[in-house]
């Protein structure tokens, strides 16, 4: 039998900022396996899909190897994130969202 996983005590203040600052957020936490608890989304303004897996930890949390695994595998894309704390969180992620929008489409 496999209970509800455990969630860190800082995931609802950072869904909540990114939620916020006009990210799309969808919990994955139950999924397992590795995969990260968020999967954080915005449209660019061509209205191409930016994303970025999201693995919520305390501040001395540590990444499980399935979890190191995903994160060898999405981290050099930049689609893979470590949130540790709301303000950080945001300001990392909008600044990896702004610099996916091609010069051409920037308002």
């Known amino acids: ?6 969630r860190d005590g800082n995931d609802s203040a950072i869904t909540l900022a990114l ?3 006009g990210f799309s957020v969808w919990d994955a936490a139950s999924a ?3 995969i990260p608890d968020k999967l954080v989304y915005r449209a660019l303004p061509d209205g191409t899909p930016w994303v970025c897996w999201v693995e919520v930890k ?4 540590k990444l499980r190897p399935a979890q190191e695994m995903f994160q060898n595998i999405f981290a050099p894309r930049d689609e893979f994130y470590v949130a540790r704390d709301a303000v950080t969180t945001v300001a990392v992620l909008t600044q990896r969202y702004q610099a ?3 010069p051409e489409h920037a308002r």
């Open 100 to 102: 996916a929008i091609r």
């Open 58 to 61: 305390m501040p001395s949390g």
């Open 32 to 34: 397992g396996g590795g």
């Open 19 to 21: 939620r916020n600052a």
């Open 1 to 6: 039998m496999r209970y509800a996983a455990r």
